[in-house]
């Protein structure tokens, strides 16, 4: 009984640490006991956890630096988190150390019309942006599923996407400037409103997924509120069917604001919960279309878009005439996941990528795939984008349960890399995928993105663990061979 | 008469190097003779000059990959060009070396239908791309003035803006993938069509003005001609007042495809000129307003947009019946540079940027400038980005008038940063500007990039002398205080 038993990977956090993190903000504001630490063991998704050695709540940058300087100092490894609504891991502190919560940082600190652009704390929830400039007639474009609870450092850190992000790009396209505390310490400010010189660090920041430091102020892109915004449900008999009136409405030059997708288990999933979204059940699949813009020509796409839906063998074409019902064609949408809560005590998300006229059969496998391990699968996605969501249901106390899922989520990502598609679309790589980025990167590659991370974060302390594949990392998946390294891969 | 004079700043190629040059690529394809290489001394802006010791004309990756890894064995300085008009000395061999000029890698080489996305060998001129896919209903969006003679590449390395940029985002938003030929002669293939994993390198790269590596072809986004495109011209009879009106527009929430504004001089020189455009001499600017997109909501705009040049004091407002009479009113616009050929040997065109709302008041003070070194200028320009561009003719063969338009120019760009613009818009830094960048980067934002280029292109090789301040810059420029050091500077 010589030697204490040794809990976390990262050898505990030493007196004086301790003693010196106190200094640096708020004696309250430092969390050390097992029960207040672990809150920040996982993300949105459990399957993957990792205990920090401490938590603290910055509310400024200063402190923020503070915190960093001293982990610098000391070696420790540390990693911000905003509202933990990630999926793939990327905000667990994969090796221990300190975690920087950064959801006090939640202000709204300035309006800039001129450049229809707003300074905002890291720490602020996303929907909380919009709702500060509504009065202006402006919005935050980037609306991940969980924009009423995600904050705009995680949207940042994993360049995060969501329904509208297919016709207005994913977070990078809005991000015009951010303060970052550097793994160092150091506060340095990159890129502005006017900002197009030199190299875009901003952009290569935006989806670092935390190795480059930590950004606690962002300057962010105003959108002005479309005039008008029109929603259609359509319900299909085969997902077949539904899939290629996606491609139709693509392909005559309609760009819809979102182009969403459910599978007949989402469906069923959704109408027994208590959300009851009005779905038709016997539909094998739903398809939620939203226009905005000008008022004018709306009518003519509406007109179009109805065409071809029932033209692809539509049961209906629902028009929603007042927000209200808008808003309840969305319902069922935006509350899926949440719904699945139903059906076991955990979830898995998954988040791939495939060319869009790939996606019919792509579902059809990963119908194969799930049977063959024996789990439910429920398909929620971004048709316009072809970023699919397989959500499986799970309980995560069976082991033998989770190393299924977990599988099934490997083979599924492997499907979407061989039909020319990607492993993420909008999660981000984190915990979760660092094992298959072999798939879609040479060596080359890879050696020049840590090369890359070195420069910013050069002591490796910053978020370790993330992103890039490690000895821990998936054998089979890194001996594939690499898409990018073939010449044309991308057509 | 021991020694040879030494011409160039770099030592003269020896004549083993340049027999394995030789055997790179064809042996016509390697220029050596004075009168040959004289082609590559300067780019589109003649004020900055430096001759290469060779000149190669690659037709393939490999070629210049062969070339770079020859370069990169011997310590040789390269760079590429593309059509050579650039206008901040990008594309000049600063250091000497070899210069690969990639005009004749211009092929249109795949069209991928399902991504609208295109993959051309990057010396393709820009029109050209869109002309390759316009049958289908296709173009590629950004369009610099010179969009009929410069290539796909230099767009690139300078992430090239241009009048529709406004409404579409400089280049970098549409580009989606690239062939790199990295300044050690690998050979390396960046992004793809469905590519959101990882750090962004093709962001990155795109307007690294060719410090990272040559890019050999380029997947580039595709975008649907808009339905209708409809042309405004506004003449005003102050300036002050047209870009009230500009301003007026974008606070309505109208985002036009284009924005352009030309002095009094510019359009007494475009009219004087054998273009012609039409328009009315005694306006002291006019307005050139592009609205596109669908038909039905552009009259009520086309009605906005009328009713506020009118409260702003337009003298007429001109609407485009046809292409034929909508080409006619761009006409001013495009052939300006070319018309002030009439003026003088040499145009210094600077590229600076400024708050929309300070417009009127940085205009009188350029004029200042102007009169106080005794030069002319001319000013046409992209008003909804505040993306002035003053255009200066003069002599160069008179060292005392190029020296106080450099000197002039200098006071421009200070000007910008005073009222919290950009040292460049979209013309880049190159040789021109590297000793400016301390006017907005501090020293840690400038040890941060160069850390990041060091990566790319550890023994600075490709392409020497551009981006960065070096000690031959303007020492008062770089000793002015930072702007992006100042906390919340951006607003």
């Known amino acids: 009984?010589?030697?204490?038993?040794?809990?976390?990977?990262?050898?505990?956090?030493?007196?004086?640490?301790?003693?010196?993190?106190?200094?640096?903000?708020?004696?309250?504001?430092?969390?050390?006991?097992?029960?207040?630490?672990?809150?920040?063991?996982?993300?949105?998704?459990?399957?993957?956890?990792?205990?920090?050695?401490?938590?603290?709540?910055?509310?400024?940058?200063?402190?923020?630096?503070?915190?960093?300087?001293?982990?610098?100092?000391?070696?420790?490894?540390?990693?911000?988190?905003?509202?933990?609504?990630?999926?793939?891991?990327?905000?667990?502190?994969?090796?221990g150390g300190v975690v920087l919560s950064l959801a006090g940082m939640n202000k709204f600190l300035e309006l800039d019309l001129d450049?229809?652009?707003?300074?905002?704390?890291?720490?602020?929830?996303?929907?909380?942006?919009?709702?500060?400039?509504?009065?202006?007639?402006?919005?935050?474009?980037?609306?991940?599923?969980?924009?009423?609870?995600?904050?705009?450092?995680?949207?940042?850190?994993?360049?995060?996407?969501?329904?509208?992000?297919?016709?207005?790009?994913?977070?990078?396209?809005?991000?015009?400037?951010?303060?970052?505390?550097?793994?160092?310490?150091?506060?340095?400010?990159?890129g502005g409103p006017r900002d197009t010189v030199g190299y875009d660090l901003v952009g290569l920041f935006v989806g670092s997924e935390g190795t480059f430091g930590?950004?606690?102020?962002?300057?962010?892109?105003?959108?002005?509120?479309?005039?008008?915004?029109?929603?259609?449900?359509?319900?299909?008999?085969?997902?077949?069917?539904?899939?290629?009136?996606?491609?139709?409405?693509?392909?005559?030059?309609?760009?819809?604001a979102a182009l969403e997708m459910l599978d007949r288990a989402t469906i069923e999933v959704v109408e027994a919960s208590v959300v009851a979204a009005g779905y038709p059940t016997d539909a094998e699949a739903v398809l939620l279309i939203e226009l905005d813009g000008a008022a004018h020509g709306m009518e003519r796409m509406e007109r179009e878009i109805r065409a071809i839906c029932m033209r692809r063998g539509a049961t209906s074409f629902t028009v929603a005439r007042d927000e209200e019902e808008r808003a309840r064609l969305w319902l069922g949408r935006k509350a899926a996941f949440g719904?699945?809560?139903r059906l076991s005590t955990d979830l898995y998300v998954q988040d791939g990528v495939v060319p869009r006229s790939r996606l019919p059969e792509v579902l059809v496998k990963v119908s194969e795939i799930a049977e063959r391990h024996r789990i439910r699968v429920a398909n929620v996605f971004h048709a316009g984008d072809g970023n699919l969501h397989p959500c499986i249901p799970y309980d995560g106390r069976d082991a033998d349960e989770r190393e299924r899922v977990l599988e099934a989520g490997r083979e599924i990502i492997e499907l979407c890399v061989a039909v020319g598609g990607s492993i993420s679309g909008e999660h981000g790589i984190g915990t979760e995928k660092s094992s298959y980025m072999g798939?879609?990167?040479?060596?080359q590659d890879l050696d020049l993105m840590s090369a890359i991370r070195d420069v910013w974060n050069p002591d490796g302390l910053c978020n370790p663990g993330k992103l890039f594949p490690t000895s821990n990392g998936c054998g089979e998946a890194a001996s594939l061979p690499s898409v990018a390294a073939m010449p044309g891969a991308w057509i």
């Open 1 to 95: 009984m010589a030697n204490p038993p040794v809990l976390a990977s990262y050898p505990m956090l030493s007196a004086s640490f301790l003693e010196r993190l106190t200094g640096c903000l708020r004696p309250e504001a430092v969390l050390v006991e097992p029960h207040h630490v672990l809150v920040y063991e996982c993300d949105g998704s459990t399957a993957f956890k990792s205990t920090p050695d401490a938590a603290v709540l910055p509310r400024t940058t200063e402190e923020v630096a503070a915190v960093v300087r001293l982990c610098s100092e000391e070696k420790v490894p540390f990693v911000a988190r905003g509202a933990g609504t990630g999926l793939s891991g990327g905000a667990i502190p994969s090796e």
């Open 115 to 190: 450049n229809r652009a707003a300074l905002c704390q890291t720490g602020i929830v996303n929907l909380e942006v919009s709702r500060a400039v509504a009065g202006h007639g402006l919005y935050f474009a980037p609306d991940p599923s969980s924009q009423s609870a995600c904050t705009l450092g995680g949207n940042i850190a994993e360049n995060s996407g969501g329904p509208h992000c297919f016709k207005y790009g994913a977070t990078t396209a809005h991000i015009l400037g951010l303060t970052v505390v550097m793994p160092d310490g150091e506060i340095v400010h990159l």
């Open 214 to 256: 930590i950004a606690t102020e962002a300057l962010v892109r105003l959108m002005p509120v479309p005039e008008t915004v029109k929603t259609f449900l359509a319900p299909f008999r085969s997902m077949e069917v539904a899939c290629e009136a996606v491609s139709d409405i693509v392909a005559v030059g309609i760009v819809p």
């Open 339 to 341: 719904a699945m809560g």
């Open 439 to 443: 798939l879609l990167f040479s060596e």
